[in-house]
């Protein structure tokens, strides 16, 4: 209330976070109904661990969820950027996968590349082949008209059985474990980081496998706030999403819009593939199995949560990594981790309602502000 | 050269199997065309089909010491049709009632569906595994009568499933429905342009739940038909199929008889992919079985570049209708 006595519009960001907080409440209350319904006695304890996420793992559980948070937020860039085009952007699964496999490919062939860059070189091998993944389904859309969630699915699958076929007739096949190889000179550096996140276990350092992968992370999300939000380009691909109609009599490429967001939207789900798989012994690595990455369908909800925001879409993966952590740790009181996904999946099946939320915070507002008015007229003053 | 004689077993065996891959599809993008001719999109089919088949699986598990055989497979069915119009009921609030975006209450669907289902079977199984294990009693090995008709009964009525027919079945109702009857010209009334349709008197609202529940019903059913004829456990997944089914959708045009070609066409690249061994003159030839997996997917690509051109969703589909904001 400023001090006429009426109240001031809420800032948009403002009442997003609120909307995002009361739907992180109502998810958590309906997991804990869950707890209850599964064993009343441990449901208490049960929530507090879900709550604390990744907290109960000490230095090392935080150090996991900066980890496991780091593909999310590219696949959730990857995602978010092509909302805000008017694009819906399934594909990042497959633009994952193949961008990882370049990776690894560069990454164990490119021997003329000095060791110490190796992993930057694999890392743009990934960023170029997931732009080619994405550029695919955009070309379809721009040049032939065929829907991108169908031709984002199909290239998902196309891009799976390519990949595991690749894997296996390449030298990056380790077909003892039925998975590539270990990365040891293209893994991403540490940068120090397991210095920091690590629990001890008597001498020992049980260091996180977060890496430096989670600054690149960072720097791209802002990088495309920026490229949203303060250039010409953006400026143009927003307002394709918005209305394309308008846009072509504006004068504005529409076509080239499609295509150069789903390739750009496939380059960050190619890196975010990039940094999951360039892993030492320790890490993670392509199996070859018949199924789609999770993490790249895991961008979807990590961009709605975030309202397709770069700098939200930052706060929403640690959110969902650190969520998961907690999932982790619930197992040690006999409790499904599946939960979490079920808490996560309320979660945004309520963020659906920000806007409503919002909405009805506006009318709410004039309706007491006009209130106020008529007070103040009552009262003989100026009414504002 | 084989003779025809010698190539009429692998017909069968091949057209035998497309209706195990083709009728699920089938099943279940009926159920989006409804939701989508009503003017909601309905992305959780995938999650609809976790559902339908997790349900009924895990009742057929615990009822199969009792009972067997197409008794049990019609009350798997209504079940599986029942648990997936109680699951996309939040989806239809969601999208129709609050009016909010329509693929963030599908993805959350999506999302919650696998982990539903591995989280009761996890915690209600007595061996706490995630699979639901079920005993396949279902297989018609031959139709009475109808098998023994030369040619089409080995096609159509050996080696067959009770949901084969049912597919089919839905398939001429909806047909019927979408085009024949009131309830039909309504729902595509809503699906193009709701404001007219509410000038006549039509209630949108209900239409377009009505159309939701439909394809819930129907994608819930897809979801059992799918698993049984391929698999004797349950896995909490469904392999993509609800996203192919919307791919199905799509390549069909949004129109029950293309929609059925659209779903035969990708059920015969499918069994390709997954039978050529069995086929001589496919084993024959030099290629590796991860290309043949591609082959569905790439050739349903091929064929979208060279039709889409004049493609054309319902135009009111995915718009939030607001009776205010005539």
């Not at chain 1, 199996?287 to 939200?312: R, Y």
Request: hydrophobic share 50%; net charge positive.
């Amino acid at each position: 209330m400023d001090r006429r006595g009426r109240f001031a519009p809420l800032g948009a960001g403002l009442a997003s976070a609120a909307s995002s907080i009361i739907a992180i409440l109502v998810g958590l209350a309906v997991g804990f109904a869950i707890l209850l319904a599964t064993n009343p006695a441990q449901a208490v304890r049960g929530l507090g661990v879900i709550a604390m996420g990744g907290f109960n793992g000490g230095m090392k559980g935080i150090g996991q969820v900066l980890y496991y948070a780091t593909p999310l937020i590219l696949t959730g860039l990857s995602v978010g950027f092509c909302f805000k085009t008017g694009l819906f952007n399934i594909g990042a699964p497959g633009q994952m996968i193949v961008g990882a496999f370049a990776g690894i490919w560069v990454g164990t062939n490119a021997s003329f590349v000095p060791p110490p860059l190796l992993w930057a070189a694999a890392l743009l091998a990934a960023a170029l082949a997931g732009t080619l993944w994405g550029a695919i389904p955009g070309l379809f859309k721009a040049m032939l008209n065929v829907h991108e969630v169908i031709a984002c699915i199909m290239c998902n699958y196309i891009g799976m059985y390519g990949v595991n076929y690749l894997i296996k007739n390449s030298n990056v096949y380790d077909p003892l474990k039925n998975q590539t190889i270990d990365m040891t000179r293209a893994a991403i550096p540490k940068a120090g980081l397991d210095n920091i996140f690590f629990s001890l276990k008597g001498r020992f350092h049980d260091a996180s496998s977060v890496n430096a992968g989670i600054f690149i992370a960072l720097i791209l999300a802002i990088a495309m706030h920026v490229v949203l939000n303060r250039t010409v380009f953006g400026y143009e691909l927003k307002a394709c999403g918005l209305n394309r109609f308008a846009s072509r009599y504006a004068g504005i490429r529409e076509k080239r819009g499609v295509m150069l967001s789903l390739a750009i939207a496939g380059g960050l789900s190619g890196i975010a593939g990039g940094l999951m798989f360039l892993a030492p012994a320790g890490g993670l690595h392509i199996t070859v199995v018949e199924t789609l990455l999770a993490q790249g369908f895991n961008g979807i909800p990590v961009a709605l949560l975030g309202l397709s925001n770069p700098i939200g879409i930052i706060f929403s993966a640690l959110f969902v990594a650190y969520i998961d952590q907690g999932g982790y740790y619930l197992q040690r009181l006999e409790y499904m981790p599946q939960i979490i996904d079920v808490i996560i999946a309320v979660i945004i099946y309520f963020s659906a309602f920000a806007l409503l939320m919002r909405q009805a915070i506006d009318a709410l507002r004039s309706r007491l502000n006009r209130r106020a008015d008529k007070r103040a007229r009552g009262a003989g003053e100026e009414p504002v | 050269m084989i003779g025809f004689a010698g190539a009429w077993p692998v017909i069968v065996f091949l057209v035998q199997q497309m209706w195990y891959f083709s009728v699920p599809l089938l099943i279940v993008a009926l159920g989006g065309m409804f939701s989508e001719r009503a003017g909601v999109v309905n992305i959780a089919l995938e999650g609809i089909m976790v559902i339908g088949a997790f349900t009924s699986l895990f009742m057929v598990n615990h009822l199969q010491d009792s009972m067997s055989g197409q008794g049990l497979l019609c009350l798997a069915l209504i079940t599986a049709a029942a648990s997936g119009m109680l699951f996309t009921l939040p989806h239809a609030y969601a999208s129709i009632s609050l009016r909010s975006d329509q693929t963030i209450s599908g993805a959350a669907l999506n999302m919650a569906a696998p982990a539903i289902a591995i989280y009761i079977a996890r915690t209600f199984q007595d061996n706490h595994v995630q699979q639901v294990q079920f005993k396949n009693t279902f297989r018609l090995a031959s139709v009475p009568l109808l098998g023994d008709i030369p040619f089409i009964g080995p096609l159509l009525f050996k080696n067959a499933y009770l949901t084969t027919y049912l597919g089919f079945a839905i398939l001429i109702v909806s047909a019927i429905a979408l085009y024949k009857t009131k309830f039909g010209l309504r729902l595509r009334a809503c699906g193009e342009h709701p404001q007219a349709a509410d000038s006549v008197g039509v209630n949108v609202y209900r239409v377009r739940y009505a159309g939701v529940l439909i394809s819930g019903a129907l994608a819930g059913i897809g979801g059992l038909v799918f698993v049984i004829p391929t698999s004797t456990d349950f896995n909490a997944t469904v392999s993509g199929y609800g996203f192919l089914a919307l791919a199905v959708l799509i390549f069909g045009q949004w129109r029950p008889a293309r929609i059925c070609l659209a779903a035969l066409f990708f059920g015969l690249m499918k069994t390709i992919a997954s039978a050529y061994s069995g086929v001589p003159v496919l084993k024959s030839l030099p290629i590796p079985s991860d290309i043949y997996k591609m082959i569905p997917y790439a050739a349903t690509l091929a064929a979208l570049a060279l039709t889409s051109r004049r493609s054309q969703a319902p135009r009111a589909s995915g718009v939030p209708y607001d009776q205010g904001g005539r």
